[in-house]
């Protein structure tokens, strides 16, 4: 390629405690292409990006900047030479503007003073370059997952760096604002701009992908150069995972049994509308429907994170009133957000606190905490779900996305739950951890345990669901039996139709 190496790392290692996250691994970008960094969950990605932008420092290697070898001391020094990062967590402060975040240590200055109208006006600029309808002047925390996700994507692109590394910028997003991202990402591309893109779903990078590169346990395994769209994503799974996936899905082996959970005429003001379903023993029940249908919303007024204006809820066919969380959990109902480091987990706290934290109940004795049966416990979820930790004294923030989950997962199971709504279960997570994750659920549908599986993608709904519910617009469209069911029925009722 005759373009310019903007950036070129040879032999980076970084380790963390009991870790060795990246062992000698090379990585190169050209101007104007798109190289996209491929890895399972806690193959190093993520931390390969941060050291190039300044968050982590590297234990050795060099790392060239348009042929300068470069100290990329922190954050800043990032910027300033020109690397601009859209995390996967989002970076953003709630109670300050859209404008404010995109700008914040950048803001327009007039004799000293901010000038905000100019901040503004150049903000709804960028949004609008985007084709994003977002009001500058709407605080963070007022908006959606994908809104703030779009806003990221502004405040990357507003640096006009030459460098833009995007770290799953679409795990959260519609297929309209994928294809606004793309658009956006093709107009920098044509402008020189080299982009590093991180993403799981495999499919994007026949659209966007110049060449992939794939890394391992923390090691350089190859480089790809895709040519005229070709993809071999067979390949590129085995070589992420170093072995051959036969099925995304595991087979199921379950018994459905009687009904367990029951909602009827579920309604907020402003959205649900008299959603009623079901859901029985051992079974899979899939919620699909587009982003803003009202999914996340019905499970958060079904289980009292959010207020419901009215409907009711039985369990094994008795009413049970659930006012509130607490309520939920003491009913035996566990709800696994979608947020799952926001919502989930305290990432501060290790692996045995974050189990054990819904039920403390149980590691009790005469009014302190039991912490030899609190160590026991968590071991023992630990080693039956497979997480992959150095230690249960592991900090949760260093383990990778789909081990975080088990972990959620760890943490309502020590609470003894018969239902369990799993929010998109696997988002963000890598094709080797999502087929754990699948195992997982498949193995407490087994156990008689009620599921409910709300997912944003087509092939796992249909992949794992007994049944599946479809909402619209705050309303259940319609209900599908798995073999009746196929993607095109789906969007059907996803956009409307009865």
Avoid at 232 to 239: A, E, F, G, T, V
Avoid at 379 to 385: F, M, Q, S
Avoid at 469 to 479: A, D, K, P, W, Y
């Amino acid at each position: 390629m005759a373009n310019q190496t903007l950036v070129k790392m040879k032999n980076i290692c970084m380790e963390f405690p009991g870790v060795k996250a990246l062992d000698n691994v090379d990585f190169d970008l050209h101007e104007g292409e798109v190289h996209v960094l491929l890895g399972e969950n806690g193959a190093g990605k993520s931390t390969l990006m941060k050291i190039l932008c300044g968050v982590f420092k590297k234990k050795s290697g060099t790392i060239e900047y348009k042929g300068e070898v470069v100290d990329i001391k922190d954050v800043h020094k990032a910027q300033e030479i020109g690397i601009s990062i859209i995390y996967q967590e989002l970076n953003l402060i709630p109670y300050l503007t859209v404008a404010e975040n995109i700008f914040i240590g950048r803001q327009p200055m007039h004799n000293g003073m901010v000038n905000w109208n100019k901040m503004y006006e150049d903000a709804d600029k960028i949004l609008k370059s985007l084709h994003v309808d977002i009001n500058p002047r709407a605080k963070i925390l007022d908006l959606g997952i994908a809104q703030q996700q779009m806003v990221e994507v502004a405040k990357a692109t507003s640096v006009k760096a030459d460098v833009l590394i995007m770290d799953e910028p679409t795990s959260a997003l519609t297929e309209k604002e994928i294809k606004e991202l793309f658009r956006t990402m093709h107009t920098l591309k044509k402008s020189g701009v080299g982009i590093i893109y991180i993403s799981h779903r495999l499919e994007e990078i026949k659209e966007v992908g110049d060449r992939a590169t794939i890394l391992r346990d923390g090691k350089y395994i190859d480089t790809i150069e895709f040519k005229d769209g070709v993809v071999d994503l067979d390949n590129i799974i085995k070589l992420m995972v170093g072995r051959d996936l036969v099925s995304k899905f595991p087979p199921k082996d379950t018994t459905i049994g009687e009904e367990i959970f029951r909602v009827e005429n579920i309604s907020s003001k402003g959205l649900l509308k008299n959603c009623s379903f079901n859901v029985k023993s051992g079974e899979i029940l899939g919620v699909a429907g587009l982003m803003g249908a009202g999914r996340t919303e019905l499970m958060r007024a079904v289980t009292g994170a959010d207020k419901k204006e009215s409907g009711e809820v039985f369990i094994r066919g008795e009413k049970v009133e659930i006012k509130n969380f607490g309520d939920a959990v003491d009913n035996h109902i566990a709800y696994l957000s979608e947020d799952r480091k926001g919502q989930g987990l305290v990432l501060l706290f290790d692996v045995k606190q974050n189990i054990t934290l819904a039920n403390l109940d149980r590691i009790k004795k005469n009014g302190l905490l039991n912490l030899s049966k609190e160590k026991k416990d968590a071991a023992e979820l630990v080693e039956a779900l497979n997480i992959k930790t150095p230690s249960i004294r592991q900090k949760v923030r260093n383990l990778s996305g789909g081990n975080q989950q088990k972990v959620v997962v760890a943490k309502w199971l020590y609470t003894e739950c018969d239902i369990l709504i799993f929010d998109e279960p696997t988002r963000g997570i890598d094709v080797g951890a999502k087929v754990e994750i699948y195992k997982l659920m498949l193995e407490l549908a087994k156990r008689g345990k009620a599921i409910i599986m709300i997912s944003s993608e087509l092939p796992e709904i249909l992949g794992m669901s007994d049944r599946i519910v479809v909402m619209h617009e705050g309303e259940i469209s319609g209900e599908l039996s798995i073999e009746e069911a196929d993607q095109v029925k789906i969007l059907y009722l996803a956009t409307g139709g009865k």
